[in-house]
C-alpha cells in the first residue's frame, strides 16, 4: 500500500505531459460495416497499425489494415454486441499483452489472467506482442545441445540452443509428446520452458498441464493458451506474445525453449483474417504474406550475445503424411531441420514415431559432443541402410537370405528396438552410448 501514493503520482504526472503536449487529443469514428470479429471504421484518419481501439466501450481490438478513407480493426475482447453506428475510440496506444512473473508455473493467456482460477496477476506489466527483431551482430554460432532425453532425437537429429526444429506429422502421431517429453527432461538445466497451445480444447490444454504438474515440470514453465474458442486475432497475436516472453527472460539470461502448438492452426487464423478484412486471396487461398508471418515469428529463435538463448520448437500438423504442403514448405524453408514423425510407424509400435529417412537437423554433429557425433553417424548409417533393406526384404524369408544380409538385418532391428522409447522416460548421454554398446563390441570383435 505504501507504494500506491507514488504509482497515483505517476499517473497524474503522465497525464499531465500529454495535455501539454497535446497527446490527449482521441480521434472518433464509426463503425460502417461488420464482419464477425472484424470491424470497418471511418473517420479514424491517423492511427497506426497495431494501435489499441476502444469499440463504444464494448469491444476492444487492434487496427489490422489501414485503407484511404476506411480502416479495419479485429475484435479480441467483447462484452456486449456491437451495432453499427456505435463509435470507435483511438487511444494513441499500441495493443499491448500483459505478463506477470508470477505467472511462471501456470497456466494464461495474452490478457494476463490465470486461466485455472479465471482473475489476474496482481503485478501486471504492459509487454509489446511484437519486439523488434534480434541484430545478426548480436547474434552468435549455436553450438550448445538442448538435450530432449529421446535417444532418435539427441543421437541422429540433435538439436541445438538457439536453433529453430520443426516437429510435423499427421495428427494423433506424437508430436505434441516429443515437446513435452524435451519440457520435462529441462527439470535442473536451468531453462524456462514456455508452451504456447493455439486452437486446443480447454481439456486437451488441462490434460497438458496436469502432466506437466505430475513430472514436475510446472516450476519452470509457462502455459501460455488461444483456445479453439478464441476469437481468431487472439490465435494470431498469443504465438508473437510467447516469443517476446521468451526475449524477456533471455536477455536476463536464462536459456528459453519455446513450443508453438501448432502453426497450422495459426496459419488458418490469419487466413480467415485475411479473408474477412479483403485481402487478395493467394495459393490455398492464404494471402501473399503468409510466409512473412511464421519468419518474423521464428526469427526470433537464436543464441544471443550474453550467452543465453531461445530455442524453439513449431509444431505442424499434415494430413496424409504429405509434408509438401504450402504451409510446411514454407516452415520448412524457415527452420533449421525437422524431425518427421509417420503414422506407419506410430501404427507399428515404433514410438517416438520418427521418420527417420525424411527427418533432417541442419547443424547436426556441431552441438554434440565428440563421442555423440562419433556414435550418431555410425548409427545413422546403419539405421538407414537397415530401414532400405527392410523396406526391399519384408515379406522374404530371412532363412533363404545371404548371411551378411541376415546380419545387417538383425544389427538394424536391434538398432531400431533401442530407439523406442516410452514417453516420460528421458535417457542421458551416458544411457544412450550403453544402448549401443554392442556396436563398439562387435567392432572390437
Known amino acids: 500500500m505504501a507504494d500506491r501514493p507514488d504509482e497515483l503520482t505517476k499517473i497524474v504526472n503522465d497525464q499531465m505531459q500529454k495535455i501539454e503536449s497535446n497527446n490527449n487529443r482521441f480521434g472518433v469514428g464509426k463503425i460502417t460495416n461488420m464482419k464477425e470479429f472484424i470491424v470497418e471504421v471511418v473517420g479514424l484518419d491517423d492511427v497506426f497499425f497495431y494501435e489499441k481501439i476502444n469499440l463504444a466501450n464494448k469491444a476492444l481490438g487492434y487496427v489490422t489494415k489501414i485503407e484511404t478513407n476506411r480502416v479495419f480493426v479485429a475484435i479480441l475482447h467483447k462484452d456486449e454486441e456491437l451495432t453499427i453506428g456505435d463509435l470507435a475510440y483511438q487511444t494513441n496506444e499500441e495493443y499491448m499483452g500483459e505478463f506477470s512473473e508470477d505467472a511462471l508455473g501456470r497456466m494464461i493467456n495474452i490478457f494476463g489472467i490465470d486461466q485455472l482460477i479465471g482473475k489476474k496477476f496482481q503485478n501486471q506489466e504492459k509487454l509489446r506482442i511484437e519486439e523488434e527483431p534480434i541484430p545478426i551482430m548480436d547474434r552468435t554460432a549455436v553450438k550448445r545441445p538442448l538435450q530432449t532425453g529421446i535417444t532418435g532425437i539427441d543421437l541422429i537429429y540433435p538439436i541445438g540452443r538457439g536453433q529453430r526444429q520443426l516437429i510435423i506429422g499427421d495428427k494423433k502421431t506424437g508430436k505434441s509428446q516429443i515437446c513435452l517429453d524435451t519440457i520435462v527432461n529441462q527439470r535442473g538445466k536451468n531453462v524456462i520452458c514456455i508452451y504456447c497451445a493455439i486452437g486446443k480444447t480447454k481439456k486437451e490444454v488441462k490434460e497438458i498441464y496436469y502432466d ?17 474458442d478464441e476469437m481468431p486475432p487472439v490465435l494470431v497475436l498469443t504465438p508473437y506474445y510467447a516469443l517476446s516472453i521468451a526475449e524477456k527472460y533471455m536477455k536476463k539470461g536464462y536459456d528459453v525453449l519455446v513450443v508453438l502448438d501448432d502453426l497450422k492452426r495459426h496459419a488458418d487464423a490469419y487466413r480467415e483474417i485475411s479473408l474477412i478484412s479483403g485481402k ?28 543465453a538463448s531461445i530455442t524453439i520448437l513449431p509444431v505442424v500438423e499434415t494430413k496424409g503424411g504429405d509434408i509438401t504442403d504450402y504451409i510446411s514448405t514454407n516452415i520448412i524453408s524457415i527452420t533449421d531441420g525437422q524431425i518427421v514423425l509417420s503414422s506407419k510407424n ?9 521418420d527417420y529417412g525424411l527427418s533432417v537437423s541442419r547443424l547436426g554433429g556441431s552441438v554434440q559432443t565428440q563421442d555423440m557425433k562419433k556414435l550418431g553417424a555410425s548409427v545413422r548409417r546403419k539405421l538407414l ?27 538394424g532391428k536391434k538398432i531400431l528396438d533401442q530407439l523406442i522409447q516410452p514417453k516420460y522416460s528421458p535417457c542421458s548421454e551416458s544411457e544412450i552410448s550403453k544402448k549401443f554398446a554392442f556396436l563398439e563390441d562387435k567392432k572390437n570383435g
Do not use: V, W
Open 346 to 354: 506410430f501404427q507399428k509400435g515404433e514410438k517416438p514415431a520418427i
Open 280 to 307: 487478395s486471396p493467394g495459393r490455398d487461398a492464404y494471402p501473399s504474406d503468409i510466409f512473412y508471418l511464421h519468419s518474423r515469428l521464428l526469427e526470433k529463435g537464436c543464441q544471443y550475445k550474453n550467452g
Open 385 to 411: 541402410s537397415y530401414l532400405e533393406t527392410r523396406e526391399i526384404y519384408e515379406l522374404a524369408n530371412i532363412d533363404e537370405m545371404s548371411k551378411e544380409l541376415q546380419e545387417k538385418i538383425f544389427e
Open 212 to 228: 506437466l504438474l505430475k513430472k514436475n515440470a510446472m516450476s519452470y514453465t509457462i502455459i501460455i493458451t488461444a483456445f479453439n
